[in-house]
C-alpha cells in the first residue's frame, strides 16, 4: 500500500520518519501470527534508526501506531469496509442494531454484518480484517515498547516516557475491542485471545479473560502514570485523559468495578479540559473538525492522507462522495429515533421524512460538505473517537450501577440540560429504570460514533432492530448471543497450531 495514505498525517511536524527510506520495511503484508505475522508494524530497524535522530523514538510511535487507525486496507484486504478504527465503529453500531442498513443498492455491510454471516462462519474474510487490524497495532506498541525497555521500564527521558505511556494505552485499546468482539461476554476462565507483550515471531495460545484484562488494567494505569504532565501537540495522541477514560471503559466491560470506573470518569470531567455541545450545537456542528470542544480524541484528516470513498465519511455521510449518498444508507434505527423526544435537539440531527428516500438519515449530525454526493471525491473532515459527552454518560452508568442514584442523575441532567428544555423527569428515576434512561440516552446521544456495541455489552442489553432494517426487524437478539461477536478467523487457525480447530 502507499505509504501516503499510511503516515502523512499534517498534525504531526515528526511524520517525515522513515517514510522516504523504510516505507516499504514498515509493512509486511503476511498473514496473522507465527510464521505469517501480524502486520504493518514498526520495526526494531526503525526505531533503532529514529534513535538515533533527533526525531526520536516519539516520532516513530506517532507515525507508525496513531496513522494505522485510519490506514485504508489495514484490515488485509481492498474491501471498501476496511479503513481502520472507525471501520469497526461502524461494525459494532450495526451489529447492535442502532445503525440501520435501509436502502443497500452496493451491499456493503448487507451480508456479513447485518444479515450477521461472518460473526457465525470463520471463514468470512470481516472476522480476519478486525483480528488482523487490532493485533498489528499490538504488534507496533509491542516493538515500541521493547525498544524502550520492555515491559517494566520506566523510561528516564520524557519524551521516551511519554512515549512508552501511549503506547502500553493503545496496546490496551486494542486488546480491548479485540476483547469485546471474540468474547460474548467478561469470564474471567474462558481463554479468548493469544496475548502477546512482546514482538516475538512465534505462536500463542489463547490466554485467559482474565489474563487479557489484567494485562490491560496494569497497561493502563502504567499509562496514566506515565502520561503525567504530558501535554499532547495535537488531539490524535493518547493523553492522561484519554488513558483514563480507557481503564473505565476496560473495568465498566468486566464489571463489578462501578465505583472505579466512576471516579475515573469524574477525574476526567474535573480535568476541566472539554466542553459539551450547545443545544444550538447539536444539529450545526457537522461532527466533522478535531477542533471542537467536546472532541477528546481524534484525528485531523487532510488531503495528504488520501482518504476518498474508502473511508468513514465514504460510508455514512450523504453530504460526501459516499455511499450514502448513491445508494447504501446508513439511519438510525426507527424505534431508537421514536424514543428521542420531539422537543430534543438531537431529533433534528436525522432526516424526519417518511416520504423522502433518505428517511432517517443522519443528514444533521453528520455533514462533510453542503451538498448532497460532495462537491470532492476527497475525505477532509475529521474522525471523532472519543467525546466529553460519553465521559458524562459513562459516569452516569456507573454511579447508577454502584447505587449512587444522586451523582448518577446529576452526570445524565449535565448531558441533558444541553438537549432538552426540561430535565426535572431524570429526579424521579432510581434504580434500574434510571440505569435504563441512561442506556437510552447513551444510545441517542452518541449515534453513529461506534459505541452503540460497547454500551450494549456493559448493560447486558437485547436488542431489537425497527422497521427501517431491511433484516431481522422485531427479532429480540441478545448481547451474549452468536450472532454479537466475531470468530477466530481461518487463517489464524490454520497458522496457530495452539488455537487448531479450537474456535469460538
Known amino acids: 500500500m502507499i505509504m501516503k495514505n499510511l503516515i502523512k498525517i499534517t498534525f504531526v511536524t515528526v511524520m517525515v520518519l522513515c517514510i522516504n527510506s523504510c516505507a516499504d520495511d514498515l509493512l509486511d503484508n503476511s498473514g496473522v501470527s507465527g510464521s505469517s505475522q501480524p502486520t504493518q508494524f514498526l520495526t526494531s530497524a526503525?526505531?533503532?534508526?529514529?534513535?538515533?535522530?533527533?526525531?526520536?523514538?516519539?516520532?516513530?510511535?506517532?507515525?507508525?501506531?496513531?496513522?494505522?487507525?485510519?490506514?485504508?486496507?489495514?484490515?488485509?484486504?481492498?474491501?471498501h469496509d476496511d479503513f481502520g478504527q472507525k471501520g469497526y465503529d461502524i461494525f459494532g453500531d450495526m451489529l447492535s442494531g442502532d445503525m440501520a442498513l435501509s436502502v443497500s443498492t452496493y451491499g456493503?455491510?448487507?451480508?456479513?454484518?447485518?444479515?450477521?454471516?461472518?460473526?457465525?462462519?470463520?471463514?468470512?474474510s470481516r472476522n480476519r480484517m478486525v483480528w488482523r487490524y487490532y493485533y498489528r497495532i499490538v504488534r507496533s506498541a509491542n516493538t515500541v515498547i521493547q525498544n524502550l525497555g520492555g515491559n517494566d521500564a520506566v523510561p528516564e527521558n520524557d519524551a521516551n516516557k511519554f512515549a512508552m505511556g501511549q503506547a502500553k494505552a493503545m496496546r490496551a485499546h486494542s486488546y480491548f475491542y479485540l476483547a469485546q468482539y471474540f468474547q460474548k461476554e467478561y469470564?474471567?476462565?474462558?481463554?479468548?485471545?493469544?496475548?502477546?507483550?512482546?514482538?516475538?515471531?512465534?505462536?500463542?495460545?489463547?490466554?485467559?479473560?482474565?489474563e487479557v484484562y489484567e494485562l490491560m488494567e496494569s497497561d493502563l494505569v502504567d499509562a496514566i502514570s506515565l502520561l503525567d504532565g504530558f501535554?499532547?501537540?495535537?488531539?490524535?495522541?493518547v493523553n492522561q485523559d484519554i488513558a483514563k477514560a480507557l481503564l473505565a471503559y476496560v473495568l465498566g466491560a468486566k464489571g463489578g468495578r462501578d465505583t472505579e470506573v466512576a471516579t475515573l470518569t469524574q477525574q476526567v470531567i474535573d480535568a476541566g479540559g472539554y466542553s459539551m455541545l450547545t443545544s444550538g450545537e447539536v444539529a450545526t456542528n457537522c461532527f466533522c473538525d478535531v477542533n471542537t470542544s467536546s472532541w477528546m480524541w481524534g484525528?485531523?484528516?487532510?488531503?495528504?492522507?488520501?482518504?476518498d470513498l474508502i473511508s468513514w465519511w465514504g460510508q455514512i455521510d450523504a453530504f460526501s462522495y459516499s455511499y450514502?449518498?448513491?445508494?447504501?444508507?446508513?439511519?438510525?434505527?426507527?424505534?431508537?429515533?421514536?424514543?428521542?423526544?420531539?422537543?430534543?435537539?438531537?431529533?433534528?440531527?436525522?432526516?424526519n421524512n417518511p416520504a423522502s428516500g433518505r428517511y432517517l438519515q443522519p443528514l444533521f449530525k453528520f455533514f462533510a460538505s453542503n451538498t448532497i454526493g460532495g462537491a470532492s471525491q476527497v475525505v477532509t473532515?475529521?474522525?471523532?473517537?472519543?467525546?466529553?459527552?460519553?465521559?458524562?454518560?459513562?459516569?452516569?452508568?456507573?454511579?447508577a450501577k454502584s447505587g449512587n442514584d444522586f451523582a448518577a442523575r446529576t452526570s445524565l441532567?449535565?448531558?441533558?440540560?444541553?438537549?432538552?428544555?426540561?430535565?426535572?423527569?431524570?429526579?424521579?428515576?432510581?434504580?434500574?429504570?434510571?440505569q435504563n434512561e441512561i442506556y437510552l440516552q447513551t444510545r441517542i446521544e452518541l449515534w453513529g460514533e461506534g459505541k452503540s456495541y460497547l454500551a450494549m455489552k456493559r448493560n447486558k442489553a437485547t436488542t431489537v432492530r425497527g422497521t427501517n432494517h431491511l433484516s431481522f426487524v422485531g427479532v429480540p437478539i441478545p448481547y451474549n448471543d452468536e450472532r454479537m461477536q466475531f470468530e477466530i478467523p481461518l487463517d489464524e487457525i490454520q497458522n496457530n497450531p495452539f488455537i487448531g480447530d479450537q474456535n469460538n
Do not use: H
Open 413 to 434: 441532567k449535565a448531558v441533558l440540560a444541553n438537549r432538552i428544555p426540561d430535565v426535572s423527569y431524570v429526579d424521579a428515576l432510581s434504580g434500574q429504570a434510571l
Open 231 to 237: 501535554n499532547r501537540t495535537a488531539k490524535n495522541e
Open 108 to 124: 456493503w455491510y448487507r451480508s456479513d454484518i447485518t444479515e450477521f454471516q461472518a460473526p457465525l462462519d470463520y471463514t468470512f
Open 324 to 351: 450514502a449518498w448513491a445508494g447504501d444508507y446508513k439511519a438510525i434505527d426507527k424505534s431508537l429515533f421514536d424514543a428521542i423526544p420531539a422537543n430534543d435537539a438531537r431529533k433534528g440531527q436525522f432526516l
Open 46 to 79: 526503525q526505531l533503532e534508526e529514529a534513535a538515533s535522530t533527533n526525531l526520536g523514538i516519539p516520532a516513530a510511535f506517532v507515525g507508525g501506531i496513531y496513522a494505522q487507525m485510519i490506514q485504508v486496507e489495514s484490515g488485509g484486504t481492498t474491501n
Open 299 to 307: 484525528i485531523d484528516i487532510t488531503e495528504n492522507n488520501g482518504l
Open 187 to 210: 469470564v474471567a476462565s474462558e481463554p479468548i485471545l493469544p496475548l502477546y507483550k512482546e514482538p516475538i515471531n512465534t505462536n500463542l495460545p489463547k490466554s485467559t479473560a482474565a
Open 381 to 399: 473532515a475529521d474522525y471523532v473517537y472519543m467525546r466529553i459527552e460519553e465521559i458524562y454518560l459513562l459516569n452516569a452508568e456507573a454511579n
